[in-house]
Structures are given as structure tokens and as C-alpha cells.
């Protein structure tokens, strides 16, 4: 019988050591007791990126990258997207299991009922500028809502933490409505009750002088299945700063914060708003070629394809594309998407993408929909934070349940100066 263990030579000293392997890894603590001598503090794994490290182990999100397989607890992310709701999801990431028909009414009453903020929050968004990025804005709200509960800091509670969960689901939509209302120079919309999680941040979005806002239906129902295709993708930079940021026991709301500012960057959640500019700058189909010329020369990257896991199609682009046909038929057709279909028929025959096994992602289509739902670019990130709060608290409190988990603090390989003595200021050339 083959043993589950793996054989290291060390040839420096001729030594043989055996370490376990477990679920296909190995501990890197497990190569501490290789060393040459008593000097040596053993060997480290380096591996900037996490490219081939394994942080936690987790039940939530399995992918197979190679095989374009994205799934939530067990279920495809394609049935979820054609029979869930958002909040059903979302109770499922963070409970592990669909709820009953009284469990999903009690978890959409308590969503609903904790959408409105302290209005001290109002006049902490009025002092943005007009111009303010929302997803700045978002940062430091998320982050200004932890003095405002500061029994958060009690993380070691489990019933403090599954309120703020709550909270934080259940508020991020008014913020991120907020911050779009003031860029807009509109005044802000309180959430109303009777709407659909996606209905409400609607109406919170675009309600004018109405009495009551009432969205269209297929759009309503768009961004609730683009809610569920974002609510959570396992080890992703953002959640790794939730992780990462959570392990030293800060509460959840500046966790969150620091997620939201992963999020932010155009290599993560940034990318879609970043997919856009570039449509907009390549203009028409005729300047496709140069474009693509010009990434393949390293000047520049085709946004919204590529990624860590996936080396197949991202099959939440699959149902964004989908999603975007029935978008379309409300909202007249984005002129950006001819230009993007062409872009990836392109990029999908040419060798430098195939070879590097670079397919649309999530944010290659999802930005031209939010454009036709009438979204501002800048919004587009924030679009992602708002589901996205979701997996990153389930991963925090699988964290928090971890017996295994410590304050995260990786290594370094040292490589500057060895000790030297303080030169005077006259003495230094
Ligand atoms: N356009 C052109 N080339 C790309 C590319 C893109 N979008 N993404 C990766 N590549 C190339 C890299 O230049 C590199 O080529 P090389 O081997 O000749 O140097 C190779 O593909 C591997 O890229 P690498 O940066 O090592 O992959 P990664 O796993 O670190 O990066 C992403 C993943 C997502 C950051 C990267 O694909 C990217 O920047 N995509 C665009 C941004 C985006 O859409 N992000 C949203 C992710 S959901």
C-alpha cells in the first residue's frame, strides 16, 4: 500500500526526511527541522503571491480552475443563478446549508430590518468631495461604522458576530447607495421595507420624487443573479485581507474595510471599471488588432481576462453573458458589446492567449450591464463589494472557528545589509 508521505533528501547534508501529506499538502512547518547545522533556522517555503500555499482550510467554495467549476457549499453556481435569490445564497454561504421556507422569511426579515444607518453617517459622506471615488468612500465608511458598534470588538462572541454580520449585509447597500447619491448631488434615499434586497438598493439608487420606486422586474432580477455570482470565490485578495486583517482580532467592520480596499485595486475587483475604460478607449472594432498588438508587446494588459484559478472559461462570465442578452432587451443594446465580442473572439484564437490559457473572466461582461442599468463606471467596483460582503464574513468566521488560525504573518528571505555601524553625517558621501 502506497504511504501518504513524501520523501525530502537534503543534499547538503545527506540527510532523509519524511513529512505527511495530508489533502494533497504538505506543512511548510513540516521543513522547519531541515537544517544544516544548529545555526540554520531551517527551511521556508518562498512563495510570493500564494501561488502554491494553502492558508486555511475552508467548506464554503470549492473551484477547479482547469475544469472551470465554481460551486458554493456543493451547489453549481449555475443553479443558483437560474433558481436562488441573493439573500437564500447568502444565508446558504454563511450557514452551510439552503434554508427552509420560515428560516429564509426570519433571515429576509432580519436583513430588512437593519438596512438603516445612524444619520451621523449622512454627514460623515457629505464631507467627500463631489468627485469622490465611491469605492474611497466606501473604504472609510465601512471602517467609521465600527465606532458606531463598538460592542463589535467582542469577536470572541459568536452571537456578536452573527449580529454584525447582519448588520453589515444588510447595510452595505445603503452605503454604497449613499456614496453614489452624493457624488450625484442627490439627496439620499432611505431603504424602503416592502422591496427585494436588489429592489430596495434600487430604490435607494434612482428613486427621484416618486412615493414609492418601483424597479423593472428583469433588472431587479439581473443584478440579484450578478449579486450571486460575486457573494464569494474562496482565497481571493480580498478575502485574504479579510483573513489576514480578522486574524489579528480587529472587529469585522474594519476587516471589511480592509477587504473593500483589496477589492478595490484594477487587478481584483477594480477590473470591471477598468474593462470598461478600455472598451471606451479602443473605440471601434477596427482598432482591435492594434490593440491587442500592443498587450501582446507587454504595453498594457486586456482587462477582464485571466486569472489565478481559472485556466478555463469563468463560468460566472458564461451567465453574465447570458444575463446580459435579457438585460439588453430592457435597456437597448450597449454599443461597448459588439467591440467586446470581437475582443474576445480575438483573443480566444490567438496563440498568446491560448497558450496562456487566458479566458474571459467575471468582470469581462458584467461592467457593460452595469453601464446599461445606468451605473457610473466608478460604481462598478462598489457593485462588487456589496455581495461580496457576504463570503468575506463567512470566511471570516470560519476563521474565527478555527482552531488552527493564528494572527497571519508570513516570513521573509532577508537580503539586505548584514549589521554595520551609524555613519556621522559629515563622515557620508
Ligand atoms: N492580458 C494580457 N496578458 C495577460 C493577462 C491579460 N489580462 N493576464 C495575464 N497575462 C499574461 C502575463 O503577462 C503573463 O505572461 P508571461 O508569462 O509572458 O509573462 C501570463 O499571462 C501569466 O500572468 P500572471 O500575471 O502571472 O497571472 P496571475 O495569475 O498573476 O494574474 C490576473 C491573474 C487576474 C491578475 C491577470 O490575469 C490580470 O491582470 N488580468 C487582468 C485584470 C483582471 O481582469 N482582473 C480580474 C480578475 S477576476
Excluded at 42 to 49: E, H, N, S, T
Excluded at 367 to 372: D, R
Aim: proline letters at 4%; aromatic letters at 10%; hydrophobic letters at 40%.
Amino acid at each position: 500500500m502506497s504511504k501518504e508521505t513524501l520523501t525530502i533528501t537534503d543534499n547538503r547534508t545527506g540527510k532523509t526526511y519524511e513529512v505527511a501529506i495530508k489533502d494533497g499538502t504538505i506543512k511548510a512547518m513540516d521543513l522547519r527541522q531541515i537544517t544544516t547545522g544548529e545555526d540554520d533556522f531551517g527551511i521556508m517555503c518562498y512563495d510570493p503571491a500564494f501561488t502554491n500555499t494553502a492558508s486555511c482550510k475552508s467548506k464554503i467554495t470549492f473551484i477547479d480552475g482547469d475544469k472551470g467549476i465554481l460551486r458554493y457549499r456543493g451547489y453549481p453556481i449555475e443553479q443558483l443563478a437560474e433558481k436562488s435569490t441573493y439573500l437564500e445564497t447568502a444565508y446558504l454561504i454563511l450557514n452551510g446549508e439552503l434554508p427552509t421556507q420560515s428560516q429564509l422569511n426570519d433571515w429576509t426579515h432580519t436583513i430588512t430590518n437593519h438596512t438603516m444607518t445612524h444619520e451621523n453617517i449622512k454627514k460623515f459622506i457629505d464631507g467627500f468631495r463631489y468627485d469622490a471615488h465611491p469605492m474611497g468612500m466606501l473604504i472609510s465608511v465601512v471602517g467609521a461604522l465600527s465606532t458606531f458598534y463598538p460592542a463589535a470588538k467582542n469577536i470572541n462572541d459568536a452571537k456578536v458576530r452573527r449580529q454584525e454580520t447582519e448588520r453589515l449585509i444588510a447595510k452595505m447597500p445603503t452605503l454604497a447607495a449613499f456614496c453614489y447619491r452624493h457624488i450625484m448631488g442627490f439627496p439620499f434615499a432611505y431603504p424602503d421595507n416592502d422591496l427585494s434586497y436588489t429592489g430596495n438598493f434600487l430604490n435607494m439608487l434612482f428613486k427621484m420624487t416618486e412615493l414609492k420606486y418601483k424597479s423593472n422586474p428583469v433588472l431587479e432580477r439581473a443584478l440579484d443573479v450578478l449579486f450571486i455570482l460575486h457573494a464569494d470565490h474562496e482565497q481571493n485578495c480580498s478575502t485574504n485581507a479579510m483573513r489576514s486583517v480578522g486574524s489579528s482580532q480587529v472587529d469585522p467592520y474594519s476587516a471589511v474595510a480592509a477587504a473593500v480596499a483589496a477589492l478595490y485595486g484594477p487587478l481584483h475587483g477594480g477590473a470591471n471599471e477598468a474593462v470598461l475604460r478600455m472598451l471606451t478607449e479602443i473605440g471601434s472594432k477596427h482598432n482591435i488588432p492594434d490593440f491587442i498588438e500592443k498587450v501582446k508587446g507587454g504595453s498594457g494588459r486586456l482587462m477582464g481576462f485571466g486569472h489565478r484559478v481559472y485556466k478555463n472559461y469563468d463560468p460566472r462570465a458564461r451567465i453574465i453573458k447570458e444575463t446580459a442578452d435579457q438585460v439588453f432587451e430592457v435597456t437597448g443594446r450597449n454599443p461597448l458589446l459588439d467591440i467586446a465580442l470581437e475582443l474576445e473572439k480575438i483573443a480566444l484564437e490567438d496563440e498568446y492567449f491560448i497558450k496562456r490559457k487566458l479566458y474571459p473572466n467575471v468582470d469581462f461582461y458584467s461592467g457593460l450591464i452595469y453601464q446599461a442599468m445606468g451605473f457610473p463606471v466608478d460604481m462598478f467596483p462598489v457593485l462588487f463589494a456589496i455581495p461580496r460582503t457576504v463570503g468575506w464574513l463567512a470566511q471570516w468566521e470560519e476563521m474565527m472557528q478555527d482552531s488552527e488560525q493564528k494572527i497571519a504573518r508570513p516570513r521573509q528571505i532577508y537580503l539586505g545589509y548584514d549589521e554595520r555601524d551609524y555613519v556621522a553625517m559629515e563622515s557620508r558621501s
